[in-house]
């Protein structure tokens, strides 16, 4: 039988390359030292009320101009529209600085970047913009405020600002200052190269499609010691071009979002490759109101490969979530958003893209809510080596016995989303088109009872489902059902069913299916045959047999 490697080297390689990022001196990154240019020297107004776009971007000049150095931000508030920067310029926000943005959209010019991203239609408009540079820097204790409550909409078309739009840049830091307000994205990186972003705290909670921080076609990219809290998604990386997010670091930081607290895709072009998210905590949302998404979060981790390109060489460990709606999902579809989709390009020339090598350690999921965690790929096209392991799943509970029957869609079209199949089968876990899937020490549980299975694999090849501990209510479904499913090594478990079922076999082609080295002293019923599931299916040896009843 194949059994699915884990993949620590994943993990570890990420961690070696990227880290070396951290141990630089902050030169590697930021500004060439040069001469100190303030802004008020160059007429600025700290007052609030004045417009100094133009002081400010001449102090930005002049910094350029004399080969480099910082522009400074002392005690005040500066009203601002579009800045641009220019290589070699560091912006230092003292503390008690703060950099406003204007209310008015006359004040934030449209900039299409050079590259042709879809981001073109919708984040043309920025407060701090940057394009085709190198060693720029954006640091201090002070503030960014984007003054996003003048720009409420729900619009698209690029009338409103993000804070910071850097495209195509290199050595770019981000370092210690607060953000809050933007009034679309409010940081959004557009394949840079060798990005820091850390000490960073963000507050969005003003208008719509206010993600924190957006990643897109990125490489060598550390994310450290921020607070991201955001009504849209939290963290979120993206390829809307054909460029990959690659060797992406994320670690020691808190999340908290009303849709996605950590999310890849939805744009997926390029797709993403060796990412490592590790030592983080995620939280619903504990003093905003919701406009997108629900007010406890949709949910913690997201891996979403829906237009096309490839996820592979994923490392998530060291996770707490606590509170949102569903703490893991994972969704290969068929959205058909490729690169620079047009009249000519068809959606459906757009090939399905790969997921695989992916890996969760040690994640502790606490107040779940109804709906249930899944991994899902599509017919023909499943999702590969996916481990989970010493990973506990508690939720709400309250899920009814037909639930477990329900019919769960495909929906390969469809804006991914956690909650889009409505109440899983099962309220710990449901895997449906999985090839080499690992279950390793997964406890699944719920603070109040739950008649659903608490795990379900459908059309699921080579599985290895190792220390697995549930518990059932009564009358309810199987712990676990194995549908359409094959070649599945279940062994070392410990279910609490009393009454109950422990593995239920539904259809003809399941088959495969051992039970080996398992407690079920504590069962009332071993296994079930269901819809026409072949008898021979199942082979035991070794178990803890029932007591009697």
Known sequence: MFHPRKLPSASLLVILVLLSLLAGTPSSVAAAEGKTHCVTDSGAMGDGKTLCTAAIQKAIDACAAAGGGTVLFPPGTYLSGTLTL???????LEA???????????????IKSKLPSRTNIYGVRSLIFAEDLDNIAIRGRGTLDGNGEAFKTRHHDGRRPMMLRIVNCRDVLVENVKMKNSGFWNQHYLVCQRVQIRGVQVWNHVTYNEDAVDIDGCRDVVISDCFFDSDDDALCLKSTLQQPCENILVTNCVLSSHCNAFKMGTDSSGGFVNVTLTNCSIISPPRSKKLYGMQRGIS????????????????????????????????????????LISKETPKE???????RNVSFDNIIATRAGKTGCSVVGLPGHCVENVSLNNVTISSDGGGQRAWASATIK?????????????????HGLFCRH??????????????????????VLDDVQEANV????????????????????????????????????????????????????????????VSQLGKNAPAEALRSAGNLDPQPQ
């Open 96 to 110: 008690g600085a703060t950099l406003r943005g204007s209310p008015r959209q006359v004040d934030y010019p449209a």
């Open 434 to 455: 999985v090839r080499g899937l690992t279950l390793s020490n997964v406890r699944l549980q719920t603070d109040e009872p739950d008649a659903r299975h608490a795990l």
């Open 466 to 525: 190792s220390g697995l501990v549930c518990s059932d209510t009564p009358d309810a479904a199987a712990l676990v059902r194995l549908t359409e499913t094959r070649n599945v090594l279940i062994r070392g478990c410990q279910p609490l069913a009393p009454q109950g079922v422990f593995v239920r076999l539904e259809g003809r082609d399941t088959s495969g299916i051992a039970l080996i080295g398992n407690d079920l002293s504590r069962v009332g019923k």
């Open 300 to 339: 913690g981790i997201s891996l979403e490969l829906v237009d096309g390109g490839r996820m592979e060489r994923i490392a998530i460990s060291n996770v707490t979530i606590d509170g949102v709606e569903v703490p893991i999902f994972v969704c290969l579809g068929n959205r058909g958003h490729g690169f």
């Open 86 to 92: 220019k290589s070699r310029v560091t912006l230092h």
């Open 410 to 426: 495909e929906l390969p079209k469809n804006y991914p989303e956690g909650t889009m199949f409505g109440n899983l089968p099962a």
């Open 349 to 355: 020339d757009v090939p399905v893209g790969t997921l």
